[in-house]
């Protein structure tokens, strides 16, 4: 398989193996043909951002032991559905990102200066 490209146009790299992300539960926010809600973005995230996402229906706090989701914490890094890391920037909420482990597809959704503009520093 050809390695997927993150938006700087490198190899992908991967966004977080603890709590292990991606939809595949890979480490990697990569593209794949299961996957609807297009988990492509590796955000930080932040207790504003997990607050907004709470409040907009998708509890990313609350873990799940039957999925093996941890529940997440601000610190930590996670692969969010672009159309949520939108949906965020468009309300003032955006979680920062790690543009190294951002797959490309990201940027049909979101410009390369949204992306940019909130970079983990």
């Known amino acids: 398989m050809t390695a997927q490209k993150n938006v700087l146009g490198t190899d992908l790299e991967p966004c977080c193996t603890d709590p292990l992300t991606g939809f ?3 480490g990697f926010c990569r593209l794949g043909k299961s996957d609807y ?3 492509l973005v590796c955000a930080e995230m932040t207790a504003e951002f997990l607050e907004f996402s709470l409040n907009a229906g998708n509890d990313l ?3 799940v032991a ?3 989701f941890p529940g997440l914490q601000p610190g930590d890094r996670w692969c969010l559905c672009v159309t949520r890391w939108k949906e965020a920037l468009e309300a003032g909420f955006a979680p920062p990102v790690i543009l190294e482990a951002t797959h490309m597809s990201a940027i049909e959704f ?3 200066e949204e992306l940019e503009a909130h970079r983990v520093s």
């Open 110 to 112: 979101v410009s390369v």
């Open 37 to 39: 809600g297009l988990h």
């Open 61 to 63: 706090v609350t873990p």
């Open 24 to 26: 595949y539960r890979d």
């Open 66 to 68: 039957e999925y093996g």
